[in-house]
């Protein structure tokens, strides 16, 4: 089975600290994605990585950073969690040219 | 602008009976393409059918069909026979080809089916 692992289901964390959420991914995929669910609002790409040490910038990248060494890892960090920041995140991969996308089961993230 | 619009934001519907979830988009790419995701209260998201802006007939996956207006820009979503498994968020997704095939997603619309 394809499975894409997302290291932590919840979190709660304080302003100020810096987060780490890992992803990875066994279907040795060359996309992988960060997103952000939001009630109302869907799912909005925080960014994007095409190879490794690739990144791109998605829609709403301010807060965030990204770090692929790997192929099959792909860390969101947030250097200085901030209330509005507490989201569900969402990491997936996909083959290019498919566009079909696996999805992890998302880490609630609560910033006090 | 919005890309993908879901105007539903909750539905319920009679277990054994069909429903439909909209879904419009707004692109000015030639190719494109259109996918529903289905997320439980796990939280996991699901692949249910995908629709290519050029394939001539409408997609179907067993118990979904996509019912894609070209002219309208519309990909709606159609469950039959509904099940209580069925309850869930579901999302219209675009891949648009200027968007180095990044998915632009809905609001989602949740549909609780009842017995």
């Known amino acids: 089975d394809v499975k894409v692992t997302q290291s932590s289901r919840y979190l709660v964390k304080r302003t100020g600290e810096k987060v780490f959420l890992e992803c990875v991914q066994d279907?040795?995929?060359?996309?992988m994605f960060w997103y952000r669910q939001d009630p109302g609002l869907g799912l909005r790409l925080i960014y994007f990585s095409y190879d490794v040490k690739m990144k791109e910038k998605g829609d709403i990248p301010e807060g965030y950073s990204v770090s692929r060494e790997k192929k099959e890892r792909f860390s969101l960090i947030l250097e200085s969690a901030s209330t509005n920041q507490t989201s569900m995140y969402l990491c997936?991969?996909?083959?290019?040219?498919?566009?079909?996308?696996?999805f992890g089961e998302g880490s609630r993230l609560t910033v006090l | 602008a919005q890309k993908i619009t879901q105007t539903q934001p909750g539905m319920f519907v009679q277990e054994k009976e069909a429903v439909t979830l909209d879904c419009t988009y707004d692109t000015s790419d030639p190719s494109y393409g259109l996918f529903w995701y289905k997320q439980p209260s796990s939280g996991e998201m699901i692949f249910l059918i995908y629709q290519g802006s050029y394939d001539q007939q409408n997609a179907t996956e067993g118990r979904y069909s996509l019912n894609f207006q070209k002219a309208r820009k519309s990909a709606n979503l159609v469950i039959s026979a509904s099940q209580l498994g069925d309850s869930a968020m579901y999302f219209c997704a675009m891949r648009e080809s200027s968007r180095d095939y990044k998915l632009s997603f809905g609001a989602g619309t949740t549909v609780t089916v009842r017995a």
């Open positions: 279907m040795d995929h060359e996309n």
């Open positions: 997936a991969s996909g083959e290019t040219g498919t566009g079909e996308l696996f």
